[in-house]
């Protein structure tokens, strides 16, 4: 989708860049198009059809007035004529009735389509792009006021649509105006623009003001999330922090309140003056009018078609001005839902990307690698030389901190080096196929997410086109011990996990793990890489996890993350990681021989349990 680029500081639009934000509107109505062409088509038919509407009406009000004055000067009873057009004022009546509420549904039927559909392209828009782009606070704020604009942007949609129609009743209007007396036309502007002026002021004073605090409105969202939810409430409670979280949310709420207080009271009293100055207007039309009704140069159905059309037309003009600064207001917003499409993720396939070499011949290689995450200085990892062979079971130790989760990230490329490269057969990592890629490895993070679906689903999830196979389903579970939890669930694979929804059971720490274990187990990944998989099982089920994940992974190539030297040493080898560096690499009894810091670190452990 196209955008208009601003190269301002957006925060302070000027009158020129907020033109230049309605630079913004087609896309935007080709993006409401392609929501519904059907209901798109209908509506502004309606629409069309309601502009003439007004006007019909006045104009056969005059010609009754007319009539009845024409029949009571020349004393005819002759009523058929008044009785045609009663009935047709009648009959627009009811036209126009039902035009305003095709319109209305139309509006709302196109406006929750359009809703759901940008919603849509903003979660998927969201997923491609990279988890570096994630760890940004300026990324955040643009996400949430993206995400703002799918249901905010409905009413734009209404308001565009309705400016179209009121412009040609206007026109119709004017028409009628004109041929009467010119000098209303003049009247009519000096009755409306000062209070448009006001508006298209305050509008863009309201847009800095909320566009400025959209950090500290994810504050606030976040206080309000801590305060009062299922996640943070036995913390909460503990510790008491419950007065903390709340006067945090107090003493920011009321800074905001009181920054859309003074512009809010700032927005009335001149809105107030600015009315008065556009009333005077209105009266010096007024008077115009019947004094040329008293002077008989216009008839007295004319005066009331006058007086209508005018008031009709000044409120109309009011609408389409003080709509006209909204729908600017809203092109600046879409700029933000536009640039959040603009954001590009930089960890992408190749062009003429190489297919994942499947089976591994060779095995991985990472030449010098180092990586810094973006908003940090410090190295994460740095220097790292060493060769996983295809079929070896690598274990990664090292104090919290050194680098471990961030050297598998690498790997299944949710980042990308800053130094050096990683090497696939002999092909750096970047020249494969992204989703052949990351399809072959399966990861099982530490921080894996206990997604409030059913059992099955959270299975599923580590292949989600299986989800339907339950045997395969159910061979995950048996492999990674989850059956034995699934088993005591009163739904089995049907039961919904998680507290958020209602018949959710909420598990225990390591009744979860098993279930996320089997994501790795449904994907028959070439590649495995468990973080810490075993940190909350008990020690038997540790021991009976180990176990099968010997037998399950044989001839698979595994990366295994622990801080348990039990579990490490049934690795093949062993990478010991310090500060992000590589310090030792080698066999159990290699290591121990060595005596350095994994010797160092296992008699440590194993000094604990004597
Ligand atoms: N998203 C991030 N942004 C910035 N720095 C990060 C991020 N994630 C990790 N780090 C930093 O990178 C370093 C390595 O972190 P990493 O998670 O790889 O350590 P680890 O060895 O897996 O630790 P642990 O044993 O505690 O799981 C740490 O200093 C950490 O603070």
Redesign the pocket.
């Known amino acids: 989708m196209a955008r208009v680029p601003l190269n301002f500081d957006e925060t302070k639009p000027n009158i020129k860049e907020r033109l230049k934000a309605l630079g913004n509107l087609p896309a935007f109505l080709r993006e409401v198009y392609l929501t519904s062409p059907a209901l798109t088509i209908s509506n502004t038919i309606l629409r069309l059809l309601r502009s003439a509407i007004p006007i019909s009406i006045l104009y056969i009000g005059k010609l009754i007035i007319d009539e009845v004055l024409v029949l009571s000067s020349t004393k005819s009873d002759n009523l058929n004529q008044i009785y045609l057009l009663i009935a047709a004022e009648f009959g627009l009546m009811i036209i126009s009735d039902l035009l305003s509420r095709g319109i209305a549904l139309t509006d709302s039927l196109l406006g929750d389509l359009f809703a759901n559909r940008t919603s849509i392209k903003l979660m998927k828009h969201a997923v491609s792009l990279d988890?570096a782009q994630f760890?940004n606070a300026t990324f955040y704020d643009k996400l949430e006021r993206a995400r703002q604009q799918t249901n905010g942007r409905t009413a734009l949609l209404s308001q565009i649509l309705a400016q179209g129609q009121d412009a040609i009743t206007m026109g119709l209007l004017l028409v009628g105006l004109v041929t009467f007396n010119p000098w209303l036309i003049v009247l009519l502007l000096v009755s409306v623009i000062p209070s448009f002026i006001g508006e298209w002021h305050f509008n863009a004073k309201s847009y800095s003001l909320q566009r400025g605090w959209t950090p500290q409105r994810r504050e606030l969202d976040y206080y309000r999330f801590i305060g009062a939810s299922d996640e943070t409430a036995k913390e909460v409670k503990l510790f008491g922090l419950s007065d903390f979280i709340i006067e945090r949310f107090k003493s920011l709420s009321d800074r905001y309140f009181k920054e859309n207080k003074k512009l809010a009271i700032e927005r009335a009293s001149w809105g107030s003056l600015l009315v008065a100055i556009g009333t005077l207007g209105y009266f010096g039309a007024y008077t115009l009018i019947i004094v040329d009704t008293v002077k008989g140069i216009v008839t007295i159905g004319s005066l009331t078609f006058l007086a209508g059309s005018f008031r009709q037309l000044k409120s109309l003009l009011e609408g389409i001005l003080g709509r006209f600064t909204s729908i600017s207001q809203g092109a600046l917003y879409l700029n933000d839902l536009f640039e959040f499409y603009q954001i590009e993720p930089q960890i992408v396939s190749p062009v003429q990307a190489k297919p994942f070499p499947s089976p591994i011949r060779e095995g991985f290689n990472f030449e010098n690698v180092g990586f810094k995450?973006?908003?940090?200085d410090?190295w994460?990892?740095r220097n790292l030389n060493f060769v996983l062979k295809v079929g070896e079971k690598l274990a990664?130790v090292?104090?919290?901190?050194?680098?471990?989760?961030?050297?598998v990230?690498l790997l299944a490329r949710l980042y990308d080096p800053d130094e050096g490269r990683i090497l696939l057969d002999g092909v750096d990592l970047k020249d494969y196929n992204l989703v052949e890629l990351r399809e072959h490895i399966g990861v099982i993070f530490?921080d894996f997410q206990k997604f409030n679906f059913t059992a099955g689903d959270n299975i599923a999830v580590g292949d989600i086109e299986s989800r339907e196979e339950l045997p395969e389903l159910e061979r995950a579970a048996h492999q990674s011990l989850a059956d034995t939890v699934i088993e005591k669930l009163p739904l089995k694979y049907d039961q919904p996990l998680g507290r958020k929804f209602s018949k959710g059971i909420e598990l225990s720490g390591g009744e979860w793990q098993k279930v996320a274990l089997a994501r790795a187990y449904l994907r028959e990944a070439e590649v495995l890489i468990l973080?810490?998989p075993t940190a909350a099982l008990d020690a038997r089920a540790e021991y009976e996890v180990f176990r099968r994940f010997a037998e399950l992974t044989k001839g698979k190539t595994a990366i295994l993350?622990s801080?348990r030297f039990s579990t490490v040493r049934m690795a093949d080898r062993i990478l010991v990681?310090d500060k992000?560096n590589l310090l030792e690499i080698g066999t159990h009894e290699e290591l121990l021989e060595k005596n350095g810091r994994y010797a160092e670190l296992f008699y440590l452990q194993a000094e604990g349990y004597k």
Request: proline share 4%; hydrophobic share 20%.
């Open positions: 988890l760890e995450y973006p908003n940090s410090k994460a990892n990664l090292g104090e919290n901190g050194s680098g471990k989760t961030t050297l990230k530490q973080d810490e993350i801080h990681l992000g």
